[in-house]
């Protein structure tokens, strides 16, 4: 039996699902599909999302062009985004802890952000943060069609690297709490959209 909204938090399936369904099928409409999806949520055992929750996801899916760099990456894409050789071992790890994770979304934009900062960050943890942290910010200004703006995450990035062990625990700590400018917030949400929401896919 599906549980109703609130008792935890939609998984990124559920979220999929609505957003695929809601592209594949754009002639029906919103509430007779949110009806049908809510059914079949409820069949998976999944939180079954509210008829408003739904129809906002079935709008925004149609409305917004997703980027094709924030489908789920596979390796056959290396023929289409090629990755150097010597960032492959590091891009797989990655990969292979992901499908283990329930939920983490290894895409074809954090894989080629893992490609470009392998070879800078030898701490794991760190290197996966600032990864995300990069692939947040790129997703936010490919919606906003607007210049990427990273010097907050890239000068954490620097004080990382050029720092000794103690200091890189700090850095690595406060890094976590690096978010965009307000007025990029304000921005979102004028676009259907909310840093919340694209936060949660990283």
Known sequence: MGRTEGSRKMSLTVKRLILESAVADQQK??????VELQD???RMGEVVPSEETIEKLISRARNHEDSPLDQPWCVGYLSKYPIPPEAL???MDMYQSSLNMEGQRFTIR????VARLSQLID????LMRLVFLYAEREHIYWILDMPIDTIDIDR???HYIYSDEETRDEIAHKTW??????????????????????????
């Open 177 to 202: 709490i690096l978010n965009p400018q307000e007025d990029i917030k304000e921005r979102l949400k004028k676009k259907g959209h909310s840093l919340e929401e694209i936060s949660s896919q990283y």
């Open 40 to 42: 079949l949520i409820n």
């Open 110 to 113: 954090v894989a080629l952000w």
């Open 89 to 91: 071992p590091i891009v």
């Open 123 to 126: 701490d794991g943890d760190f």
């Open 29 to 34: 409409p919103r509430r007779a599909l949110a």
């Open 156 to 158: 954490a990035a620097i």
